[in-house]
């Protein structure tokens, strides 16, 4: 992996999951994150790098730079990395993480209830 790329790695099993994928492609004019799904090899290996395996498909994985990121604090970094408009969402940086990751936890922990499974 270049430390370059910024990879976007989603539960391709989840509706709601592939839709946000759609929507972050539109807002992402500029083409400069890539995605995969946990039920890929590339992500396999990303999340073996990182020592998140045990933690596939339980949330969003974001690597930019070499550096990986998980729940809110992945959503975060991708919006801010989409640019304006998108980086103005930057700013619930300061909202404490054990706030953001409780409600990024409650979304994540019924996503399947919310938009169904492929």
């Known amino acids: ?13 989840c509706v709601m999951c592939s ?9 992402d004019s500029a083409g400069i994150l890539s995605y995969t799904g946990y039920q890929t090899p ?3 290996r990303l999340l073996s790098e990182a020592g998140l395996e045990s933690e596939a498909g339980k949330y969003i994985v974001y690597v930019s730079k070499g550096k ?3 729940r809110s604090r992945a959503v975060l970094e991708i919006m ?6 998108w980086n ?10 054990f706030i953001r990751n409780f ?3 409650f979304i994540a922990a019924h996503r399947h209830r919310f938009g169904g499974r492929v």
């Open 103 to 105: 409600v990024y936890g």
């Open 1 to 13: 992996m270049s430390s370059s790329q910024k990879i976007v790695i989603y539960d391709q099993v």
């Open 68 to 70: 990986f990121y998980t």
């Open 19 to 27: 839709r946000t994928i759609l929507l972050l492609q539109k807002a």
């Open 42 to 44: 590339e992500a396999s």
């Open 88 to 97: 103005l969402l930057y700013l619930f940086i300061i909202v404490p993480p």
């Open 80 to 85: 801010r990395d989409l640019g304006f408009p």
